[in-house]
T-cell receptor
Framework: DAKTTQPPSMDCAEGRAANLPCNHS???????VYWYRQIHSQGPQYIIH???NNETNEMASLIITEDRKSSTLILPHATLRDTAVYYC??????????????FGQGTTLQVKP | DAGVTQSPTHLIKTRGQHVTLRCSPI?????VSWYQQVLGQGPQFIFQ???????GRGNFPDRFSARQFPNYSSELNVNALLLGDSALYLC?????????????FGQGTRLTVV
């Protein structure tokens, strides 16, 4: 079972910031939070990941609470092309240190004009 | 740079047949994982291979098997196909730097069993 909980759907106006929440209250100290998104019928696309500090890249920002039990993915200026299913994943580390990804249902973000 | 490539992109099979799906990882990536995504659900982990050895297996029947070759490419085999095997099959290659792992997915193979 997925270790994360996300709202099933969200709407966002084009040009506004999209804030996608995720709860991961049972996260372990050595587990990272990963975000992927999946545009219809394509493979999931890596967005960002973090351990405990806030992270930012060209696609998004990731805010992780101090207790690490929740996080928020921020798309600063959402466009119509950001319409997708967004998955928050806590990475399980395998014996080879590469680990598998356990996907939940994700949040369907609909960006509207 | 070439990303993860999967072949074929689409496939139609009949119940009871077997199928082989192929995946080429990103150059330099030694780990390949397979996922099944049924319509309306998130991807479900099937297998992980690292350096040609199976390192993880999800809750799938023995009809599902996989292998990884010396060039790190991989095949997923499914025998005795059932209608419920119809899904998007995703391959991901990953690389670990220190304690961080990044996985990159291919576009998938859409399998339809009729």
């Amino acid at each position: 079972d997925a270790k994360t909980t996300q709202p099933p759907s969200m709407d966002c106006a084009e040009g506004r910031a999209a804030n996608l929440p995720c709860n991961h209250s049972t996260i372990s100290g050595n587990e990272y939070v990963y975000w992927y998104r999946q545009i219809h019928s394509q493979g999931p696309q890596y967005i960002i990941h973090g351990l405990k500090n806030n992270e930012t890249n060209e696609m998004a920002s990731l805010i992780i609470t101090e207790d690490r039990k929740s996080s928020t993915l921020i798309l600063p200026h959402a466009t119509l092309r950001d319409t997708a299913v967004y998955y928050c994943i806590v990475r399980v580390r395998g014996s080879s240190n590469t680990g598998k990804l356990i996907f939940g249902q994700g949040t369907t973000l609909q960006v509207k004009p | 740079d070439a990303g993860v490539t999967q072949s074929p992109t689409h496939l139609i099979k009949t119940r009871g047949q077997h199928v082989t799906l192929r995946c080429s990882p990103i150059s330099g990536h030694k780990s390949v994982s397979w996922y099944q995504q049924v319509l309306g659900q998130g991807p479900q982990f099937i297998f992980q291979y690292y350096e040609k050895e199976e390192r993880g297996r999800g809750n799938f029947p023995d009809r599902f098997s996989a292998r990884q070759f010396p060039n790190y490419s991989s095949e997923l085999n499914v025998n005795a196909l059932l209608l419920g095997d119809s899904a998007l099959y995703l391959c991901a290659s990953s690389i670990t730097t220190g304690v961080r792992t990044e996985a990159f997915f291919g576009q998938g193979t859409r399998l339809t069993v009729v």
